[in-house]
């Protein structure tokens, strides 16, 4: 399958539902629905998974994983709903990792977890219910 995520000769029949497969996997492990995802295919082919966990650092902005066949995964915040996006990391090491691999990326902790502990990251963390839909 990731042979066909970067390679521009690959027809978009092929193409797309690569993408959406991939994207869907990536989904599932991070525990996000379907309806949370987005994938694009113009130019360049992109996606947009958003997460429902926050930034510690920033708890009032929505935070996404973002995807396009040249820059690979980033995080970032969205201050405002369909407003710029602000990324606070790249993954960097593969452009097609495996969808483990983004949940190690997303919750660096979460292979380290202590027994007992309430949370599966630090850096992240949930909305709490009085937090304005995002």
Same mark, same amino acid.
């Given at each position: 399958m990731a042979r066909y995520l970067t390679n521009e000769d690959a027809p978009t029949s092929a193409l797309e539902p690569a993408l959406h497969g991939y994207i869907a996997r990536i989904a599932t492990e991070l525990g %996000?629905? $379907?309806?949370a995802t987005l994938c694009e295919?113009?130019?360049?082919a992109s996606a947009y998974i958003a997460l429902s966990?926050?930034?510690s650092a920033y708890p009032d902005q929505d935070l996404a994983?973002?995807?396009d066949q040249q820059c690979g995964w980033s995080l970032a915040t969205e201050p405002h709903p369909g407003g710029a996006?602000? %990324?606070? $990391?790249y993954h960097g090491?593969?452009?097609v990792p495996e969808p483990?691999?983004?949940?190690t990326f997303v919750y660096p902790l979460s292979s380290r977890k202590r027994p007992g502990q309430g949370q599966r990251q630090l850096l992240l963390t949930s909305p709490t219910p009085n937090s304005p839909p995002g």
């Open positions: %996000v629905g $379907a309806e295919l113009s130019d360049r966990e926050r930034c994983l973002l995807w996006l602000n %990324v606070l $990391a090491h593969s452009l483990g691999e983004l949940v």
